[in-house]
């Protein structure tokens, strides 16, 4: 699968790992990454596309506007998982991806 | 609610209303993250950001579309071409039916002319005439119609092929 692994790209994918199993919101990445809406909200249709991210709409308080959130596939979490692991470099980057018990 | 963040929302919903189909979805969710801003000036930018994210998302959503269209294009002309040999190869077949079916109309009509003892006749009204009319509408449209010459042409090779095969049978 291709995707271009920039900076950027790869800051959210991060932010993604930090809880890969939690909905995070664009403007709460956006606070985490430092990055601003029309450098986030490209990448994360690009994973969204590559079915690496799935979004759902928050059903939250009546009334309230639902907010649209995202979180990582299976696909998306492996594929965050290698490509990070690759960069890190081998054995280090596994210990802090928590992929290997240390 | 300051102006800038009037200026966002109201920035952001004219996007809502202008995108496509497929870029809705990720402008709703940029406008309903404004609630969210702290600071309008903040909100402001984060409109500025947003509207340039989804002008680059449907600028990609047309050229996929174009690039569909382009191919769809492409294979309609594979399919025509497949259409103008296939006429081809009827018209000819038609003709050296009609030569056929007309000499032996004729050999009915007209049993004193003897044309069943003539096999020259034959060669001459089912293989010679057709031929040359095949060959020569090959030639003459060619340039212009190239799928249908190509379709008359194949015809007329099939036809003369056959021939070769029965008289060497023979």
């Known amino acids: 699968m291709k995707l271009r692994m920039s900076p950027q790209t790869v800051l959210i994918l991060d932010a993604f790992l930090e809880q890969p199993e939690d909905w995070k919101y664009g403007y709460d990445l956006s606070r985490i990454t430092g990055l601003k809406s029309g450098t986030l909200y490209p990448i994360l249709m690009r994973l969204a596309e590559r079915k690496l991210l799935e979004t759902q709409w928050e059903t939250g308080e009546p009334g309230k506007p639902p907010r649209h959130m995202y979180r990582f596939t299976p696909e998306g979490l492996r594929f965050a998982r290698t490509n990070l692991l690759e960069r890190a470099g081998g054995g280090l980057g596994q210990v802090a991806l928590g992929l290997v018990e240390c | ?170």
């Open chain 2, 1 to 170: 609610m300051g102006a800038p963040r009037q200026l966002a929302a109201m920035l952001l919903r004219a996007v809502l209303r202008l995108a496509p189909e497929e870029s809705r979805e990720w402008a709703t969710a940029m406008l309903r993250e404004l609630d969210f801003i702290e600071g309008d000036w903040a909100a402001l930018f984060w409109a500025f950001g947003s509207v340039t994210a989804i002008l680059r998302h449907a600028a990609s959503v047309f050229r996929m579309s174009l690039k569909r269209q382009t191919k769809e294009a492409e294979m309609n002309s594979t399919g025509r071409k497949a259409l103008g040999v296939g006429l081809g190869a009827l018209y000819a077949l038609m003709l050296v039916g009609c030569a056929f079916a007309g000499l032996r109309l004729t050999a009915i009509l007209f049993p004193g002319l003897g044309l069943d003892h003539a096999p020259w006749t034959f060669w001459l009204a089912v293989v010679v005439v057709p031929e040359t009319i095949l060959v020569t509408a090959t030639v003459l449209l060619w340039r212009k119609r190239g799928p249908l010459a190509a379709g008359i042409l194949a015809t007329s090779l099939v036809v003369g092929l056959h021939l070769a095969v029965h008289l060497a049978m023979r």
